[in-house]
Nanobody
Framework: QVHLVESGGGLAQAGGSLRLSCAAA????????MAWFCQAPGKERAFVAA????????SYTDSVKGRFTISKDNAKNTVYLQMNSLKPEDTAVYYC??????????????????WGQGTQVTVSS
């Protein structure tokens, strides 16, 4: 069982920055992949970024490459999403997720085993 708590969402102007955090709590520490997804109103949940358990590999959806950075602090069991050059189309609820299959970096919603409650990001033009 992995419990995820996101923080850091809020309101930003276009061109601004936000930093999301996701703290993972588990009674049985083990390696796992962590990722961020987003869901805009009326749309399906979509992949944003993922990072392997040791931070050696990262994956991004094309629309955020060069603007967002995913990172991980294993000592704190926390994953971050630094969001720069924000655009109004980035507005969504952002979810942190854990995939216990730590050997892969998946972009599929169904691959992930645990989810946070979500944090709202709103970007004004």
């Amino acid at each position: 069982q992995v419990h995820l708590v996101e923080s850091g969402g809020g309101l930003a102007q276009a061109g601004g920055s936000l930093r999301l955090s996701c703290a993972a709590a588990t009674r049985t520490p083990s390696p796992y992949t962590m990722a961020w997804f987003c869901q805009a109103p009326g749309k399906e949940r979509a992949f944003v970024a993922a990072i392997t358990w040791n931070g050696s590999e990262r994956s991004y959806t094309d629309s955020v490459k060069g603007r967002f950075t995913i990172s991980k602090d294993n000592a704190k069991n926390t994953v971050y999403l630094q969001m720069n050059s924000l655009k109004p189309e980035d507005t969504a609820v952002y979810y942190c997720a854990v995939d216990l299959n730590w050997l892969i970096l998946s972009r599929a919603v169904d691959e992930y085993d645990y989810w946070g409650q979500g944090t709202q990001v709103t970007v004004s033009s």
